[in-house]
């Protein structure tokens, strides 16, 4: 068997300064043993290990597969599927490679009433750590949008974190042992309903966003805010409580951003339309076109 591709291996290791130990706990190995034999050319890589190694040791795809010589469990791996590894893959954690700080949220969700668009991606290590108070009982959902990008410790609150306030105590008894309080009725608890994210938003760190809260598209909230209520599309907002500074553009061009909805547009129609949507001060005309499909 040839073992271009295990030399090839070999050399992504040590470029990147790693033992075979430290190697193969990057990849998801047991032990060292398989990179060892993976390098000699005993044992082949799966795909998702493959996937796993372009995608962590930034690999230059076109130049591993020039070495590429293998089987997985006796059928070859499919080249266009390599190929298309670097390929932005919402489902994927880590959307860029080295930077393990910085993780797509969808895919690292587990609670049921969290939902999220696809590239949303938060700086930091547990995104759903940060939304807190959410208890399935009540029944309130955090939606987020596509594209968003939140910054490290921003604490999104939800529902259950408000206490009944139409009594004469505020002391929750029926959470505690031994207290004889039965749960209020939904009716009494301050119950605010969602929270909602729009699409292609710019959360700073150490925001916090209170219950129910509606954040409009394109929205950007400056660090160390506390979002009390709503806030519209295409606003530039900071403070405590958190206010509207100024719009991001004027009344035309926010109205053709959000008719545009470029976050719901394939892979390649995005990449087509990238020179434009990331220009400075894009004019009406130029988003205009992206609309009637001319650009």
Known sequence: MDNKFGEKVKEIRKKAGLNQNEFARELGYTSRSTINKIEKGVNDMSHDKLELLIR???????????????????????EKAIRNIKTPDPDFTYPKAGAYNM????PTITRKNIIVGDYSYYSGKDFESRVTHHYDFLGDKLIIGKFCQIGNNVEIIMNGANHQMNAATTFPFYVMDGWKQEAPKMEDLPFKGDTVVGNDCWIGQNVTILPGVHIGNGVIIGANSIVTKDLPSYSICCGNPCVIKKMRFSEDIIKILEDLKWWDKSIEEIQKIIPIITKANPTKEELLKLIEGNN
């Open 56 to 78: 962590k040791f930034d690999v230059e795809v076109n130049d591993l597969f020039d070495s590429l010589v293998m089987e997985n469990n006796g059928t070859i791996i499919d």
């Open 103 to 106: 993780k797509n949220i969808k």
